[in-house]
């Protein structure tokens, strides 16, 4: 079983940065494909950030794009999202996530808050 916990999360200014860290269950980064998410009040869950389970690849939506960077490290088994520039849209739950290669089911963790304020 994959757990996974976030930390990182505030409130913070437009502008700002925030990095996000997610510490999961040993031997998951490196061999799980990992992702961040979000989910804002009355919208759906979306794909911000993801990277793959060689860390040879990464993807990002268009919405954060320059903006925010996904990184692992597997000695430590985290992944973390640095967030800069941080606009209010930015605003929502976000989620650690980790899919087992060529698999179509997520794990998740708890979520961690972020809110920026104009």
């Known amino acids: 079983q994959v757990q996974l916990v976030e930390s990182g999360g505030g409130l913070v200014q437009a502008g700002d940065s925030l990095r996000l860290s997610c510490a999961a269950s040993?031997?998951?980064?490196?061999?799980?494909?990992m992702g961040w998410f979000r989910q804002a009040p009355g919208k759906e869950r979306e794909s911000v950030a993801n990277?793959?389970?060689?860390?040879?690849?990464?993807s990002y939506a268009d919405s954060v794009k320059g903006r925010f960077t996904i990184s692992r490290d597997i000695a430590k088994n985290t992944v973390d999202l640095q967030m800069n520039s941080l606009k209010p849209s930015d605003t929502a739950v976000y989620y650690c996530?980790?899919?087992?290669?060529?698999?179509?089911?997520?794990?998740w963790g708890q979520g961690t808050q972020v809110t920026v304020s104009s």
């Open positions: 990277i793959s389970w060689s860390g040879g690849s990464t």
């Open positions: 040993a031997r998951t980064i490196g061999t799980y494909n």
């Open positions: 996530a980790a899919r087992v290669v060529f698999g179509s089911s997520w794990y």
